[in-house]
């Protein structure tokens, strides 16, 4: 009994017991199950997009139903996008990449300000600016009409169904994530690089179009694509500022899913997918450049 | 080249006084180094030179012009920040030509003025790296280039060195010290570090607490310190505490732990309270028989320390703390616990006050 025992023979050495490696119970449980629940989230995550990229290819006829996974691919429903779809599309492009822009001017200057300044209110003001993060769309929806409702009344100018009226509407969700991702980076930012611009001669203005803005650019990237992105998927909102005949695309995709469903809404929301991932792509590369450049300083 | 003048400066921030009436003149060509510990105010000093801060009183000169509410950008100033803020999105030529652009430098200028200040630097063709690329100490020297590039009417560093691992910042000492002797720039110098003051500075201004507590060059200020607060920054120093009993000559004679020892006359030598005795630990001997006119103070040896160079040993004299002796090894034939008797010749003690 005691000569099987690895503890009484070392202990008898005078040395420590080495704990024995047993192959087998040394299976990587963990592992195998740490990447399988990986693979769930990607699967999780991914699939919605391959059904309708999928679907979209599915040739069918016009009495087809939507089908997955495709039977014989073709890209006939690339060809039978309704007009009325690009219209949508092109709409919805311009009003996200107008508002978008416009959430940067308002947003960068109020980072700064809410970043930079002491007073004392200052955690009132960054609570109005993420605000519209906590309404949700469809009473910021409902609230807009009723504004543009009275203010129409009062003024005798209606901006509900007009680009200008739908844009407002945009531009009040996208500000915050500019706010919100520009104030990140300028919480990290180093004074010190202005104070040295001023000491070099520049004034004001221009340290703030040579060095400040430079640098802080990756966050306002990131809140302009966050900012086109909410404008571009937007229907609660844009639902109740639309006009019949002057929609935006989700909004346009939501009639036709349930008017007269057909593939070619695939088709198109493939099309917006693959827009969406070359944009995600370029920002990416900016931002991963200016990333790489803003670390500098050596060290 | 200007001459940088301070007249009855004072700052407040709130109800906080972080400096207290500060009169200073820099000398044109004059390398200055503010010394002192962190908020003693030698940053404020310097950031109202640049113009980043406005006195709550006083004037500030530049040359023979007032400046004390001119902004930074148009007071013809070059900075260096400790962290260097290089701009990271320029390339080096961009960064260090800033300044040339701003004032209106054409292309081929610019150009010209970078690469001649890249070998005042030796640092030749780096023009189109981005300052990520480089070393700390690269960065620093650019960031000196680019502070200098206009040629500055006075140069202001704010412990350049300070994020540098000691040996590059020895070598750096050596090459600021030298670009600023080349260029012959008035420069303002804020350090902590009483070594790099020593290394580089025509003079030195010691602060603390907002106040200027000795202003003289690194001599003056080591073999002379006015205060106890000086006599301790600068260098090591042994402080015994002591009483004035008498006076006898040019010697003031004071009374340390039971012990009466003969020091220079000096303004603290009417001092009725308790004074301290200071002496450096290299102008401590171990000795044998008190000679003529030697002070000797008995203890017993409580510990030794070999550094290379020195051997450092501790003797317990009955002071609060033992008093420390730096000595060639080889002079040392004491042991801990040995009893043995410290002397110093009169004239290399000091009785200092607060």
């Known amino acids: 009994m005691t000569a099987s025992t690895p503890l009484a023979t070392t202990?008898?050495?005078?040395?420590?017991?080495?704990?024995?490696?047993?192959?087998?119970?040394?299976?990587?449980?963990?592992?195998?199950?740490?990447?399988?629940?990986?693979?769930?989230?990607?699967i999780f995550l991914l699939s919605p997009l391959v059904v309708v990229v999928g679907a979209s290819l599915h040739r069918g006829s016009r009495y087809t139903v939507v089908k997955f996974p495709p039977e014989e691919l073709s890209l006939y429903w690339y060809t039978q996008i309704p007009d009325a779809h690009w219209e949508a599309l092109t709409l919805s492009f311009s009003l996200a990449f107008m508002a978008s822009i416009l959430a940067c001017i308002v947003g960068i200057p109020a980072a700064l300000g809410l970043v930079r300044s002491n007073i004392p209110v200052k955690g009132l003001f960054s609570s109005i600016f993420r605000a519209p993060l906590q309404i949700p769309s469809i009473v910021t929806g409902v609230a807009f009409l009723q504004m543009y409702y009275l203010f129409g009344d009062l003024t005798g100018i209606y901006v509900n169904g007009t680009f200008a009226g739908l844009l407002l509407g945009h531009l009040f969700v996208g500000i915050p994530y500019v706010v919100g991702t520009v104030g990140a980076v300028l919480q990290r930012f180093d004074t010190r690089l202005e104070e040295a611009a001023l000491s070099l001669g520049a004034g004001r203005i221009t340290t703030f179009r040579r060095v400040t803005l430079p640098v802080i650019m990756p966050g306002v990237y990131a809140g302009g694509l966050y900012a086109f992105m909410v404008s571009f998927g937007d229907v609660p909102i844009s639902i109740f500022l639309s006009a019949p005949g002057f929609v935006t695309f989700p909004v346009e995709l939501f009639y036709g899913m349930e008017n007269d469903f057909n593939p070619s809404v695939l088709a198109s929301s493939t099309l917006v997918i693959l827009f969406s991932l070359g944009l995600l792509l370029l920002m990416q590369r900016i931002v991963g450049l200016e990333n790489l450049l803003r670390s500098g300083g050596g060290s | 080249m200007s001459r940088v003048n301070l007249e009855r400066v004072v700052k407040h921030y709130g109800s906080v006084v972080a400096l207290q009436e500060m009169d200073l003149e820099i000398q044109e060509?004059?390398?200055?180094?503010?010394?002192?510990?962190?908020?003693?105010?030698?940053?404020?000093?310097?950031?109202?030179?640049?113009?980043?801060?406005?006195?709550?009183?006083?004037?500030?000169?530049?040359?023979?012009?007032?400046?004390?509410?001119?902004?930074?950008?148009?007071?013809?100033?070059?900075m260096v920040f400790q962290d260097y803020a290089l701009f990271p999105h320029m390339t080096i030529a961009d960064n260090i030509g800033f300044g040339l652009k701003e004032r209106g430098a054409g292309k081929e200028e610019m150009r010209n003025r970078v690469g001649e200040l890249l070998d005042l630097i030796h640092l030749p063709g780096v023009e189109d790296r981005y300052p990520a690329e480089l070393s700390g100490g690269q960065a620093q020297r650019v960031a000196v280039a680019r502070a200098v590039a206009y040629a500055p009417r006075v140069l202001l560093m704010d412990e350049p060195l300070g994020a540098l691992d000691l040996k590059l910042r020895e070598a750096m000492q050596i090459e600021l010290r030298r670009i600023q002797q080349e260029l012959k720039i008035t420069t303002v110098y804020v350090t902590h570090d009483q070594g790099e003051?020593?290394?580089?500075?025509?003079?030195?201004?010691?602060?603390?607490?907002?106040?200027?507590?000795?202003?003289?060059?690194?001599?003056?200020?080591?073999?002379?310190?006015?205060?106890?607060?000086?006599?301790?920054?600068?260098?090591?120093?042994?402080?015994?505490?002591?009483?004035?009993?008498?006076?006898?000559?040019?010697?003031?004679?004071?009374?340390?732990?039971?012990?009466?020892?003969?020091?220079?006359?000096?303004?603290?030598?009417?001092?009725?309270?308790?004074?301290?005795?200071?002496?450096?630990?290299?102008?401590?001997e171990l000795i044998a028989n008190g000679g003529d006119g030697i002070n000797v103070v008995p203890g017993t040896v409580s510990n030794k320390i070999f550094n290379g160079n020195l051997m450092r040993v501790f003797v317990d004299v009955g002071a609060d703390e033992p008093v420390v002796i730096e000595l060639p090894p080889a002079e040392v034939h004491s042991e801990t616990g040995d009893s043995v008797n410290i002397g110093w010749a009169p004239q290399n003690g000091q009785v200092l006050t607060e």
């Open chain 2, 29 to 78: 060509g004059e390398f200055l180094t503010l010394l002192g510990p962190s908020g003693c105010g030698k940053t404020t000093t310097l950031r109202l030179v640049a113009g980043f801060i406005e006195p709550t009183q006083g004037t500030i000169y530049l040359g023979n012009d007032d400046v004390t509410y001119v902004p930074p950008q148009k007071r013809e100033i070059g």
């Open chain 1, 11 to 42: 202990a008898s050495n005078g040395t420590r017991p080495q704990p024995q490696r047993q192959p087998g119970f040394h299976f990587p449980l963990a592992k195998v199950s740490f990447y399988g629940f990986c693979s769930l989230s990607y």
């Open chain 2, 197 to 284: 003051a020593m290394n580089m500075s025509d003079r030195i201004v010691v602060m603390n607490l907002g106040l200027i507590e000795q202003t003289g060059n690194a001599e003056d200020i080591y073999n002379n310190p006015r205060t106890k607060f000086v006599a301790d920054f600068i260098g090591s120093i042994n402080f015994l505490p002591a009483m004035i009993v008498g006076d006898e000559g040019e010697w003031t004679v004071a009374e340390t732990v039971g012990t009466k020892v003969k020091v220079p006359k000096s303004d603290a030598s009417s001092s009725s309270g308790e004074v301290a005795i200071a002496v450096r630990p290299e102008r401590l």
